[in-house]
């Protein structure tokens, strides 16, 4: 977020667009690391805790209200600055997304009710190349392809590869993908969520149980939250909460890491380390 602001501030004009699906939520100001207004320094930011927690917002809704904002800037003359670690949500308005159907209620009932190892066996079956990119494990993914092919006929990569909706091949991209020091960047892990817990996170948490919402929803599942929950139920001591929200942080950081490291075009210019220039590393997006 702070390279976004120094980048925001360059002389062009500029709006930062949250592209991280903890940051959406309005509930979770404090455990999203969601900037404060003080801290947008006057830049317009958007995108910020727009979804209510009752709500999910999934990769394809994020990616409706990305393209609209990102076409708002453009014809304003700005520049969209988008910031965040959800891949997904990125991959999503670059690629577009499969346009599978709504899933009949019954079959994703019938299948989310198996047990992970019948469920993988009969993707296997059903859809055999699917199963085989998957952990045998990985019940949500195995749980999605097996509902896909089950509701709709069609294997998940089928529908994958009429993907709709992708602007990657209509905007100038200018990408960077930072991959700092694996030790220092775990050492703020640990200090950003020590910091959260002594800053209100639990008063965060209190507030959100008391709406009694599913707790299947995305912001339920938000780091810290069902750390925080578990407290809040007398089930460990506030240690033990910090020892687990820190653990799951570095976690979560690990798997970005690895996936933006990986996953993006090869050409993608990536910075190891902590040293970043605005002035190499975005020339022609700053040339007014």
């Not at 209510?52 to 609209?68: E, H, K």
């Not at 950003?192 to 959100?208: N, P, Q, Y």
């Not at 798997?255 to 220039?277: A, L």
């Amino acid at each position: 977020m702070r390279l976004a602001l120094a980048l925001a501030q360059q002389g062009r004009a500029a709006t930062v667009i949250n592209a991280d699906s903890a940051q959406v939520y309005a509930d979770l100001a404090l455990l999203s690391a969601r900037p404060a207004a003080e801290e947008m320094q006057g830049v317009p930011h958007r995108l910020f805790g727009e979804w209510d927690g009752a709500q999910a917002c999934s990769a394809a809704d994020w990616a409706v209200r990305a393209r609209a904002v990102i076409a708002e800037v453009h014809d304003q003359g700005g520049v969209p600055i988008l910031v965040g670690g959800t891949g997904l949500y990125l991959r999503t308005l670059l690629d577009g997304i499969a346009p599978v159907p709504p899933i009949d209620t019954l079959v994703r009932a019938a299948v989310r009710a198996l047990p992970v190892p019948e469920a993988y066996t009969a993707l296997q079956a059903e859809d055999p190349a699917r199963a085989a990119l998957l952990a045998p494990a990985d019940a949500v993914r195995i749980a999605r392809a097996l509902e896909v092919v089950r509701s709709t006929g069609r294997a998940l990569a089928d529908w994958q590869a009429d993907k709709v909706g992708g602007i990657g091949h209509a905007i100038a991209l200018h990408p960077l993908i930072l991959l700092p020091d694996r030790a220092a960047l775990y050492a703020r892990c640990d200090a950003r969520f020590a910091a959260m817990l002594a800053g209100g996170a639990i008063d965060e948490v209190r507030a959100l149980l008391a709406r009694d919402l599913d707790p299947a929803l995305p912001v339920m599942r938000a780091i810290g939250v069902p750390e925080i929950a578990a407290f809040l139920r007398g089930e460990c001591t506030l240690a033990e909460v910090e020892t687990r929200g820190a653990q799951a942080t570095r976690n979560y950081a690990k798997r970005q890491y690895t996936w933006f490291r990986r996953q993006p075009p090869p050409e993608w210019p990536r910075v190891d380390g902590d040293s970043f220039d605005i002035a190499t590393n975005f020339v022609s997006l700053l040339r007014i």
